[in-house]
T-cell receptor
Framework: DAGVTQSPTHLIKTRGQQVTLRCSPISGHKSVSWYQQVLGQGPQFIFQYYEKEERGRGNFPDRFSARQFPNYSSELNVNALLLGDSALYLC????????????????FGPGTRLTVL | GQSLEQPSEVTAVEGAIVQINCTYQTSGFYGLSWYQQHDGGAPTFLSYNALDGLEETGRFSSFLSRSDSYGYLLLQELQMKDSASYFCAVNSGYSTLTFGKGTMLLVSP
């Protein structure tokens, strides 16, 4: 079975530009979450989507937005890019939204490395 | 707020056993997960504890004490390929993970 896939793998943008990152979850998974990981830190939660609706949002500015499509794939958009947005953006999928059990386990994709110049 | 504390770096030799501790303070708690991440790669799921006690998966074991807000990951029979960063993460509901800053494990011959 294919794991979580993300595109593109690498991206270079300049300050002020906009970027769209894409994610396809594991087949059968309905929950997709986005994380930002800066160098030397753990991933930080940005968004969670379940059944095409936003179910959770981390402490990120409104420049960050996302959506989930009927096939459960997802896009993360970042507007007005800042140098500090340079990071590895990770997408994770899970079977369910929230059960507290093992089925809530999140599986990560390889990430998109965004560099803002 | 939520915070997790884990050592920044641990070193060990091949064949040894190493324990990576994690203490947490969170407003919501469903369980504690552990992930492994090699340089530049995706975090890979290792283990999950929702209840107190020990979970064993091959060479890796994970322990949780909810009353102490404490857990650890135990790696046995260390191999060079185990050199990586290890993250504990609290599942605080709605598939939201809060990660620690990670522990870099260096395994030497």
């Amino acid at each position: 079975d294919a794991g979580v896939t993300q595109s593109p793998t690498h991206l270079i943008k300049t300050r002020g530009q906009q970027v769209t990152l894409r994610c396809s979850p594991i087949s059968g998974h309905k929950s997709v979450s986005w994380y930002q990981q800066v160098l030397g830190q753990g991933p930080q939660f940005i968004f969670q989507y379940y059944e095409k609706e936003e179910r959770g949002r981390g402490n990120f500015p409104d420049r960050f937005s996302a959506r989930q499509f009927p096939n459960y794939s997802s896009e993360l958009n970042v507007n007005a890019l800042l140098l500090g947005d340079s990071a590895l953006y990770l997408c994770a999928s899970s079977l369910v939204r929230s059960s507290g059990g093992a089925s809530d386990t999140q599986y990560f994709g390889p990430g998109t490395r965004l560099t803002v110049l | 707020g939520q915070s997790l504390e884990q050592p920044s770096e641990v070193t060990a030799v091949e064949g040894a056993i190493v324990q990576i501790n994690c203490t947490y303070q969170t407003s919501g708690f469903y369980g504690l997960s552990w992930y492994q991440q090699h340089d530049g790669g995706a975090p890979t799921f290792l283990s999950y504890n929702a209840l107190d006690g020990l979970e064993e998966t091959g060479r890796f074991s994970s322990f949780l004490s909810r009353s102490d807000s404490y857990g650890y990951l135990l790696l046995q029979e260390l191999q060079m390929k185990d050199s990586a960063s290890y993250f504990c993460a609290v599942n605080s509901g709605y598939s939201t993970l809060t990660f620690g800053k990670g522990t870099m494990l260096l395994v030497s011959p």
